[in-house]
Protein backbone atom coordinates (compact mmCIF):
# COMPACT_ATOMS: atom_id res chain seq x y z
CA UNK A 1 0.00 0.00 0.00
CA UNK A 2 1.45 3.06 -1.34
CA UNK A 3 1.64 6.20 1.40
CA UNK A 4 -0.76 8.43 -0.13
CA UNK A 5 -3.25 5.00 0.19
CA UNK A 6 -2.38 4.47 3.67
CA UNK A 7 -3.02 8.47 4.27
CA UNK A 8 -6.73 7.92 2.59
CA UNK A 9 -7.58 5.38 4.78
CA UNK A 10 -6.51 7.48 8.09
CA UNK A 11 -8.30 10.53 6.62
CA UNK A 12 -11.87 7.70 5.89
CA UNK A 13 -11.56 6.49 9.37
CA UNK A 14 -11.27 10.21 10.69
CA UNK A 15 -14.61 11.56 8.50
CA UNK A 16 -12.01 13.81 6.45
CA UNK A 17 -9.76 15.29 8.86
CA UNK A 18 -5.74 14.47 9.49
CA UNK A 19 -3.82 15.55 12.48
CA UNK A 20 -0.07 16.15 12.00
CA UNK A 21 0.88 13.96 15.04
CA UNK A 22 -1.20 11.60 14.02
CA UNK A 23 0.51 11.08 10.41
CA UNK A 24 3.73 11.48 12.23
CA UNK A 25 3.37 8.86 14.66
CA UNK A 26 1.78 6.54 11.89
CA UNK A 27 5.63 6.32 10.18
CA UNK A 28 4.85 9.23 7.46
CA UNK A 29 7.21 12.35 7.42
CA UNK A 30 5.76 15.62 7.32
CA UNK A 31 6.81 16.54 3.55
CA UNK A 32 5.61 13.81 2.21
CA UNK A 33 1.86 14.59 4.56
CA UNK A 34 2.07 18.30 2.87
CA UNK A 35 2.48 16.80 -0.42
CA UNK A 36 -0.53 14.87 0.09
CA UNK A 37 -2.64 17.75 1.86
CA UNK A 38 -1.98 20.06 -1.54
CA UNK A 39 -2.45 17.09 -3.78
CA UNK A 40 -5.47 16.38 -2.09
CA UNK A 41 -6.77 19.62 -1.93
CA UNK A 42 -6.85 19.89 1.98
CA UNK A 43 -8.26 22.94 3.96
CA UNK A 44 -5.49 23.78 7.00
CA UNK A 45 -8.58 24.24 9.88
CA UNK A 46 -6.29 25.12 12.76
CA UNK A 47 -2.50 24.48 13.40
CA UNK A 48 -1.90 21.04 12.54
CA UNK A 49 -5.48 20.25 11.25
CA UNK A 50 -6.86 19.39 8.30
CA UNK A 51 -10.01 18.64 6.78
CA UNK A 52 -10.95 17.51 3.70
CA UNK A 53 -13.22 19.92 1.26
CA UNK A 54 -15.93 17.26 1.26
CA UNK A 55 -16.22 16.91 4.80
CA UNK A 56 -18.32 18.89 7.38
CA UNK A 57 -16.63 20.79 9.87
CA UNK A 58 -17.13 19.37 13.52
CA UNK A 59 -16.82 22.56 15.69
CA UNK A 60 -16.98 20.88 19.23
CA UNK A 61 -14.65 18.24 17.83
CA UNK A 62 -12.47 21.10 16.17
CA UNK A 63 -12.35 23.02 19.42
CA UNK A 64 -11.78 20.04 21.65
CA UNK A 65 -8.92 19.20 19.87
CA UNK A 66 -7.28 22.08 19.74
CA UNK A 67 -7.82 23.47 22.93
CA UNK A 68 -7.57 19.99 25.25
CA UNK A 69 -8.10 21.51 28.48
CA UNK A 70 -11.68 22.62 27.85
CA UNK A 71 -14.68 20.46 29.10
CA UNK A 72 -18.00 21.68 27.46
CA UNK A 73 -20.48 23.04 30.39
CA UNK A 74 -23.65 25.25 31.11
CA UNK A 75 -25.72 26.00 28.26
CA UNK A 76 -23.94 23.59 26.09
CA UNK A 77 -24.02 20.83 28.46
CA UNK A 78 -27.32 21.80 29.01
CA UNK A 79 -28.44 21.06 25.54
CA UNK A 80 -25.78 17.74 25.35
CA UNK A 81 -28.23 16.22 28.38
CA UNK A 82 -31.47 17.17 26.40
CA UNK A 83 -32.22 19.40 29.97
CA UNK A 84 -33.11 22.38 27.39
CA UNK A 85 -35.08 22.47 24.09
CA UNK A 86 -32.92 25.72 23.38
CA UNK A 87 -29.67 25.28 21.55
CA UNK A 88 -27.04 27.14 22.55
CA UNK A 89 -26.18 30.41 21.16
CA UNK A 90 -22.89 30.16 21.65
CA UNK A 91 -20.53 27.14 22.80
CA UNK A 92 -19.70 26.89 27.21
CA UNK A 93 -16.68 25.65 28.13
CA UNK A 94 -15.22 25.74 31.53
CA UNK A 95 -10.72 26.19 32.08
CA UNK A 96 -8.41 25.86 35.22
CA UNK A 97 -7.49 28.93 36.52
CA UNK A 98 -4.69 30.39 35.02
CA UNK A 99 -5.47 29.08 31.29
CA UNK A 100 -5.25 31.87 28.96
CA UNK A 101 -8.85 31.61 27.14
CA UNK A 102 -8.05 34.63 24.84
CA UNK A 103 -8.21 32.87 21.57
CA UNK A 104 -11.18 30.91 22.81
CA UNK A 105 -13.39 34.35 23.76
CA UNK A 106 -12.27 35.75 20.40
CA UNK A 107 -13.88 33.20 18.49
CA UNK A 108 -17.03 33.24 20.76
CA UNK A 109 -16.88 30.85 22.75
CA UNK A 110 -18.14 31.58 26.55
CA UNK A 111 -15.45 30.76 28.95
CA UNK A 112 -16.01 29.65 32.57
CA UNK A 113 -12.77 28.89 34.78
CA UNK A 114 -12.63 26.48 38.21
CA UNK A 115 -10.04 26.28 40.42
CA UNK A 116 -7.91 23.09 39.43
CA UNK A 117 -8.80 21.07 41.88
CA UNK A 118 -12.57 21.04 40.66
CA UNK A 119 -11.78 21.10 36.95
CA UNK A 120 -11.91 17.38 36.80
CA UNK A 121 -14.97 16.80 38.91
CA UNK A 122 -18.09 15.18 36.87
CA UNK A 123 -16.82 14.85 33.38
CA UNK A 124 -17.61 12.26 31.02
CA UNK A 125 -17.63 12.37 27.36
CA UNK A 126 -20.40 12.84 24.75
CA UNK A 127 -20.54 12.43 21.09
CA UNK A 128 -21.12 15.21 18.94
CA UNK A 129 -23.94 15.43 16.38
CA UNK A 130 -20.72 14.17 13.72
CA UNK A 131 -20.27 11.03 16.24
CA UNK A 132 -16.78 12.14 17.51
CA UNK A 133 -16.55 11.92 20.98
CA UNK A 134 -15.52 15.32 23.47
CA UNK A 135 -15.45 16.04 27.48
CA UNK A 136 -18.99 17.23 28.56
CA UNK A 137 -19.82 18.20 32.40
CA UNK A 138 -22.70 15.46 33.79
CA UNK A 139 -25.88 16.53 34.49
CA UNK A 140 -25.02 16.98 38.24
CA UNK A 141 -21.82 19.43 37.71
CA UNK A 142 -23.72 21.00 34.96
CA UNK A 143 -26.74 21.86 37.59
CA UNK A 144 -24.35 23.15 40.60
CA UNK A 145 -22.45 24.79 37.54
CA UNK A 146 -25.66 26.60 36.51
CA UNK A 147 -26.34 27.66 40.04
CA UNK A 148 -22.84 29.33 40.99
CA UNK A 149 -23.21 31.32 37.17
CA UNK A 150 -27.24 31.93 37.84
CA UNK A 151 -26.55 36.04 37.38
CA UNK A 152 -25.41 35.58 34.20
CA UNK A 153 -28.01 32.95 32.96
CA UNK A 154 -31.68 33.61 32.47
CA UNK A 155 -33.63 32.11 35.53
CA UNK A 156 -35.88 30.22 32.74
CA UNK A 157 -33.46 28.58 31.31
CA UNK A 158 -31.67 27.49 34.86
CA UNK A 159 -35.70 26.59 36.47
CA UNK A 160 -36.33 24.73 33.30
CA UNK A 161 -33.77 22.43 33.52
CA UNK A 162 -33.64 21.74 37.02
CA UNK A 163 -37.56 20.67 36.68
CA UNK A 164 -36.22 18.63 33.19
CA UNK A 165 -33.84 17.02 35.73
CA UNK A 166 -35.86 16.18 38.27
CA UNK A 167 -37.84 14.12 36.06
CA UNK A 168 -35.55 12.35 34.56
CA UNK A 169 -35.44 8.32 35.69
CA UNK A 170 -30.98 8.45 35.39
CA UNK A 171 -30.63 11.47 38.08
CA UNK A 172 -28.00 11.17 40.80
CA UNK A 173 -29.53 13.47 44.14
CA UNK A 174 -26.97 11.72 46.06
CA UNK A 175 -24.17 13.05 43.48
CA UNK A 176 -25.88 16.06 42.75
CA UNK A 177 -25.50 17.01 46.85
CA UNK A 178 -21.92 16.00 46.92
CA UNK A 179 -21.20 18.60 43.55
CA UNK A 180 -23.04 21.09 45.46
CA UNK A 181 -21.75 20.65 48.73
CA UNK A 182 -18.04 21.40 46.77
CA UNK A 183 -19.02 23.81 44.81
CA UNK A 184 -20.46 25.76 48.09
CA UNK A 185 -24.25 25.39 46.40
CA UNK A 186 -26.07 23.44 48.62
CA UNK A 187 -28.00 25.52 50.75
CA UNK A 188 -29.51 27.13 47.63
CA UNK A 189 -30.17 24.02 45.91
CA UNK A 190 -32.07 22.69 49.02
CA UNK A 191 -34.37 25.64 48.39
CA UNK A 192 -35.22 24.46 44.68
CA UNK A 193 -35.67 21.01 45.26
CA UNK A 194 -37.90 21.45 48.21
CA UNK A 195 -40.29 23.12 45.84
CA UNK A 196 -40.25 20.47 43.27
CA UNK A 197 -39.38 17.03 45.02
Known amino acids: MSLYE ?3 RMADAQDGMLRTAQVVAAGICKPVFYDYVRAR ?3 RVAHGIYLSKDS ?4 MYLLHLRFEQVVFSHETA ?4 NLTDREPMQYTVTLKNGYNPTKLKAEGVQV ?31 ICDLLRSRSG ?3 QTF ?12 KNLRTLMRYAG ?9 QYLEVLL
Open 6 to 8: QLD
Open 41 to 43: GME
Open 56 to 59: WVDT
Open 78 to 81: LFYH
Open 112 to 142: FTVKPELHEVGVTTGQTPFGHTVPVYDMERT
Open 153 to 155: IEM
Open 159 to 170: QGALKAYVRRKD
Open 182 to 190: MFRVEKILR
